[in-house]
């Protein structure tokens, strides 16, 4: 073996060097463990690790208290003995541990003046990103009474957003003095009491980041617009509300065979043909349309067309002899034409 001039050896070496291994594995194991647990659990948990080491301890006094008054600890030898109350400890901890997350509403009941309300019986709360406060959807949505008392808005978003407005870039300019009127248009709505938070991590530079963080500590939700949001907050164990799957969710389902009403607004890609838009924004393409440029008439749907962007309709124009009719081929031909193009845009 080689020994170095304090008496290390290769073995030690290497000893050491898988210590330190597994060591720094097991440290990055617990940080990956705790990212998914708010200070509201862990108070939990470490209180019931203490009635759990208080439950344990009265189960190992139980037992040396019934040996001391009975026979049986004269057959048991003192490495046996020592195993049962070892067994009992862990009992008794692992017991206590577990009825305190189980029961952590009841804790008002058993310790006065203590309550720790579940997160299944709460409505968690909503932290809204600048892609939200920079579209006006978010005003309608505040006011149909569903986000009221749980809309917050993180005062480092709010600096962030008064120093885009003064941006040299027009783009990031105007968008910043859009989120700015959301704002003023969402205090004004008393019913929904917005509140604002004052948690900063300055040691953080991305928003998004602090904004992860921010929803940890609070065990909140995120509400964004932005699409590229979802992935990394999803990695950090934090739920995203993306609002535009809320939007598309909400928009009225259309069966084939129903009649609508609809204002051709343009021509569409193939000979008489015409696009125009529901109120939601759902892309209408009416075969027979393209003679109606500017009027609103009356269409059979034909089918309607999921794709990533949303909700596509499908329809012939009615006129007093029936409508126009369109074969499958075209129809499937208007779909993958109309995809392609709303992709790009």
Do not use: W
């Amino acid at each position: 073996m080689i020994s170095g001039q304090g008496g290390y050896t290769s073995t030690n070496l290497l000893l050491g060097v898988l210590m330190g291994s597994a060591l720094g594995c097991l440290l990055i194991g617990f940080d990956i463990l705790f990212k998914r647990f708010n200070l509201r659990a862990f108070n939990i948990a470490i209180v019931g690790l203490f009635i759990g080491y208080l439950m344990g301890q009265a189960l190992v006094l139980i037992l040396s208290a019934i040996l001391d008054i009975s026979s049986a600890s004269i057959h048991l030898n003192p490495q046996t003995l020592e195993i049962i109350q070892i067994a009992l400890f862990l009992f008794g901890i692992y017991t206590g541990t577990l009825m305190s997350l189980r029961a952590a509403d009841e804790f008002y009941v058993s310790i006065p003046f203590v309550k720790l309300t579940p997160t299944a019986h709460k409505k968690k709360d909503l932290l809204v990103d600048i892609s939200v406060l920079s579209d006006a959807r978010i005003i309608d949505l505040a006011g149909s009474g569903i986000v009221d008392h749980h809309l917050v808005i993180p005062r480092f978003l709010v600096k962030e957003i008064y120093a885009q407005a003064e941006a040299s870039d027009e783009m990031v300019r105007t968008k910043a003095r859009r989120s700015l009127d959301v704002i003023k248009k969402l205090e004004a709505i008393s019913e929904l009491e917005l509140r604002y938070n004052d948690t900063d991590f300055p040691e953080v530079k991305d928003t998004m980041s602090k904004m992860i963080r921010l929803a940890r500590l609070l065990d909140a939700n995120i509400m964004t617009a932005d699409i590229s949001r979802v992935q990394m907050a999803s990695i950090e164990g934090v739920r995203i509300i993306n609002l535009h799957t809320l939007s598309n969710a909400l928009k009225p389902l259309m069966q084939a065979g129903e009649n609508i009403k609809i204002k051709i607004q343009r021509y569409g890609k193939e000979p008489r043909q015409g696009v125009g838009y529901l109120e939601d924004g759902t892309m209408v393409v009416v075969n027979g349309g393209g003679q109606f440029i500017g009027e609103t008439i009356d269409a059979h749907v034909l089918s309607v067309k999921h794709t990533s962007s949303g909700r596509m309709i499908f329809c012939n124009a009615l006129d007093d002899e029936g409508g126009y009719e369109e074969t499958e081929h075209r129809q499937t031909r208007y779909h993958n034409t109309y995809h392609d193009d709303h992709e790009e845009q």
